[in-house]
């Protein structure tokens, strides 16, 4: 991260010369600054649409036709997996391609991601289209009102064919993040947020039904990301507009050995957070993951907005690596971790002390919890939030198979610890179990390998300088 003295660089829309190594870290840490910015901004476009939303749709339909559209929309958590990490793989490719100048192989990463991911689209819509008729769509929403049981299905339809074409349409997306210019995505999604509210606006203007609502609410991104890549491949970079010209093997075979590492991460890590509730359920029932669930909930607005201002690292790194600017990467990365676990600690051990208090006040006294609760809380916040930063670095260079390994085992090593914890310990388990599985698996092993990394970087970077 730049020092104080840069932060007016992070304010400024003019860019930096890139012809000089002073400007070029300049200008990374400017268009890292926008997209921070801006991801923060479409988020609180995001909330505030939901905020007038919920009580006009929940008005609108009623409790149980409502009921059914969250229920529909909350399998866009499980479909986020879809495009099998492929999106990430393009978004590495370009940001290398970017370090080395190379236009030729991002248009080809572009061109091979983008029919990549609209294989997948097809692949979707297909499958859905074959078993639509045969599926019992209001027994499998367990609805019983005429109108909720007649739209379960046509609602449902609306939703899985929006969200698909929305995967290959995302490669716009990933470019504008490859390029550092993922401040362009934030605003388009804060206008996609905002049709989406209009639409559904319309909607129940007109009294039309639940799959009209649908397509306004999940529509109106759709047309937001579709008028971004018309402006991106249309006018910006028109040169990496995909052409099936453009694809080859040799690429495609890089973007998928990416994609699927970055799956079998991002599963492994989301297997390691949401097993939580699984286990305190299974072990305590369901009403001790209230007991949980609220407490996790306040920390984890912590990392939600680290993580927003840390994740414009990743292309940068990748920039960095790609044109041998070790220093740079050596000097950000060890900026990024002293302030990350500073803006961790700081709330964290803030909620350690009035935590309960704070809770108290949000839902009552319902939830009352533990000193050891907190405590747990606090620790697993810091370090998965020095983590995130760690692995924001070895994402953009590209450094997968090493996080794969460890995900994985750190997945297993918490879940079993979670099972004897919790049945020892009661929900305080929970935290701690994964904190101490994250030390072992994931923290140490970085701890000794990123400094050879970073060895291992800076020499090949020298090997090349002096064509050794």
């Keep these: 991260m730049a020092r104080p003295a840069d ?27 926008l997209t921070a910015a801006a991801a923060v901004a479409a988020k609180m476009v995001g909330v505030a649409t939901a905020v007038v939303t919920v009580p006009l749709t929940l008005n609108y339909l009623g409790v149980e036709r409502y009921g059914l559209w969250i229920t529909i929309s909350s399998v866009s958590l499980m479909l986020g997996f879809a495009d099998l990490g492929i999106g ?27 029919f990549l991911l609209s294989a997948i689209c097809f692949a979707i819509i297909l499958i859905f ?80 039904g639940l799959p009209w ?17 018309v402006v991106e491949f249309g006018w910006v970079r028109p040169w990496l507009r995909p052409a099936w010209r453009l694809c080859t093997r040799a690429v495609t075979r890089r973007i998928l050995h990416l994609g699927v590492l970055f799956f079998v991460i991002q599963l492994s890590m989301t297997f390691s957070y949401f097993s939580d509730n699984i286990v305190i359920a299974q072990i305590l029932g369901s009403a001790a993951v209230t007991q949980y669930a609220i407490p996790a909930r306040l920390f984890g607005f912590i990392g939600i907005i680290l993580g927003m201002v840390m994740a414009p690292l990743w292309p940068a790194y990748g920039e960095a ?36 208090l704070l809770i108290q006040v949000w839902v009552g006294d319902q939830v009352d919890p533990s000193v050891w609760l907190l405590g747990g809380l606090s620790v697993w916040t810091i370090l998965s939030a020095v983590g995130a930063s760690l692995a924001v670095f070895l994402n953009g260079a590209s450094v997968l198979r090493f996080q794969t390994v460890c995900a994985v085992i750190m997945a297993a090593g918490a879940f079993a610890l979670k099972i004897v914890f919790v049945d020892r310990w009661g929900v305080a388990g929970v935290p701690w179990a994964v904190a101490i599985s994250y030390t072992v698996f994931i923290a140490v092993p970085m701890a000794i390998y990123v400094p050879r990394l970073l060895r291992q970087l800076a020499k090949r970077s020298r090997e090349e300088d002096t064509g050794v």
């Design 321 to 356: 690596v790609s044109r041998g600017d070790m220093p740079w990467v050596r000097r950000t990365l060890t900026r990024s971790l002293v302030l990350t676990f500073v803006f961790a600690a700081v709330p964290a051990l803030a909620l350690f002390v009035f935590g309960g």
């Design 7 to 33: 932060l007016r660089g992070l304010l400024r829309l003019r860019a930096f010369d890139t012809g000089t190594d002073e400007g070029r870290s300049r200008e990374r840490y400017r268009r890292a600054g």
């Design 88 to 114: 990430n793989g393009v978004l590495n490719t370009v940001s290398d391609a970017n370090g080395q100048d190379d236009r030729e192989l991002a248009r080809r990463a572009v061109s091979s991601g983008f």
């Design 213 to 229: 609502l649908v397509l306004a609410l999940v529509g109106g991104p759709l047309v937001s990301v579709l008028l971004n890549g």
């Design 129 to 208: 289209a074959l078993l639509y008729s045969f599926v019992p769509w209001a027994r499998v929403y367990n609805v019983s009102s005429v109108d909720a049981m007649r739209e379960a299905g046509p609602a449902t339809a609306v939703f899985v064919l929006v969200w698909a074409i929305n995967i290959p349409l995302g490669i716009v997306q990933r470019v504008q993040l490859g390029y550092q210019k993922g401040f362009v995505n934030y605003a388009w999604q804060a206008a996609g947020s905002l049709l989406g509210l209009a639409g559904a606006l319309m909607v129940i203007e007109l009294e039309l």
